[in-house]
């Protein structure tokens, strides 16, 4: 199995930053992809970046020229590096993980980290 650790979730200004990681540690597995999700109280989980193992990047547009995702496949650990925060960031922040187990046959599998508050204030 695959556990997600999220780190670097915090209190911030507007216009400020913070950097995200989300380690992946456990059994033998492989990274297809890996993605960063938001949360915000009384709203639906929303998709804000997603990248590939080959580093194929996808960004919300409301995020788009504020955020990137980046991946350490050797480390297997998933960053999201969010510059010019506005209020409307503020939510919990989720990693998601779709990997291989397989060793000789696919095994496909997903995972999700704890979440991580991000509080941008005005």
């Known amino acids: 199995q695959v556990q997600l650790v999220e780190s670097g979730g915090g209190l911030v200004q507007a216009g400020g930053s913070l950097r995200l990681s989300c380690a992946a540690s456990?059994?033998?597995?492989?990274?297809?992809?890996m993605r960063w999700y938001r949360q915000a109280p009384g709203k639906q989980r929303e998709l804000v970046a997603a990248?590939?193992?080959?580093?194929?990047?996808n960004y919300a547009d409301s995020v788009k020229g504020r955020f990137t995702i980046s991946i350490d496949n050797a480390k297997k650990t998933l960053y999201l590096q969010m510059n010019s925060l506005k209020p409307e960031d503020t939510a919990v922040y989720y990693c998601?993980?779709?990997?291989?187990?397989?060793?000789?046959?696919?095994?496909?599998?997903?995972?999700w980290g704890q979440g991580t508050q991000v509080t941008v204030s005005s």
């Open positions: 990248i590939t193992r080959d580093g194929n990047t």
């Open positions: 998601y993980a779709d990997v291989d187990l397989g060793i000789v046959a696919t095994i496909l599998e997903d995972y």
């Open positions: 456990g059994t033998r597995f492989s990274i297809r992809n």
